[in-house]
């Protein structure tokens, strides 16, 4: 894991200082050059290995368990949230995940089971951007972060953050932390392949929008004004800000 967060500092060292050599650059995209490049090789790595292995996951796993699966990894973030929102000053959100965790890590079996929902708990979403937005720093450029995918430096600098404060980074086994991992993306990937079907025209373009956008609803506590492109949010109905 220790690599995977060298990694990412090295993509946004060199991101950052990587000159925009395109004739036109989008705003908040000065470095296309660059990442259409990664986006490449990220596309490439997905087509041939990560999308189909998380279609066979699909295929052998039943409902249920993804949902289960799903709801573990919900259930960590909710860790992460608390932390998040208590840092942020939002106290009664903070409770609001506290309590979340507490009570599906065990009634819920792990987090298997979303406990707390059925009980009327609903989650406040958030992360470590989340929180250095609110504190006042810029996004900064949109980065095409290898193995990743997309991010801008403040996303970026949250990810390294929330990653090092989570449940995940304590467990001392590299193999299970490493197990972790790789089903997180795996099952992520699986819950993406109906949405993938949206995907039209520059397939760059159209996940920068769409990433670009979805932060900032995200950051904005789901208020969002569509700056990047002309391009209608069809991801709309698929973000609940209160629950996702």
Not at 77 to 84: A, I
Not at 126 to 152: C, E, K, N, Q
Not at 177 to 201: C, P, W, Y
């Amino acid at each position: 894991m220790k690599f995977v967060l060298r990694l990412i500092s090295l993509s946004l060292v060199l991101a950052t200082s990587a000159c925009a050599t395109a004739a036109e650059t989008a705003p908040g995209d000065p470095y296309e050059a660059f990442n259409r490049k990664v986006f490449a090789f990220n596309d490439a790595l997905d087509r041939n290995i990560i999308a189909p292995l998380s279609l066979g996951y699909r295929a052998i796993t039943p409902n249920f368990a993804e949902r289960g699966v799903r709801n573990f990894f919900s259930n960590l973030y909710d860790f992460n949230g608390t932390l998040n929102a208590i840092v942020q000053g939002r106290f009664p959100e903070a409770g609001r995940d506290g309590g979340r965790f507490v009570i599906n890590s065990t009634v819920g079996m792990f987090g298997l089971v979303d406990v707390a929902s059925e009980m009327g708990i609903a989650p406040y979403r958030t992360d470590f951007g989340h929180t250095l937005a609110l504190w006042g720093m810029d996004s900064g450029p949109y980065i095409m972060v290898p193995f990743f995918g997309p991010r801008t430096v403040r996303s970026g600098t949250g990810f390294m953050v929330d990653t090092v404060a989570s449940v995940q980074w304590s467990i001392d086994s590299f193999g299970v932390r490493a197990g972790l991992f790789s089903l997180e993306v795996i099952d992520n990937r699986a819950a993406l392949t109906d949405a993938e079907q949206l995907i039209s025209g520059d397939r760059y373009i159209f996940i920068r929008d769409i990433y670009l956008q979805t932060r900032e609803a995200f950051v904005n506590d789901g208020v969002v004004q569509d700056t990047f492109s002309d391009f209608e949010d069809e991801f709309g109905d698929e973000f609940d800000w209160d629950e996702e």
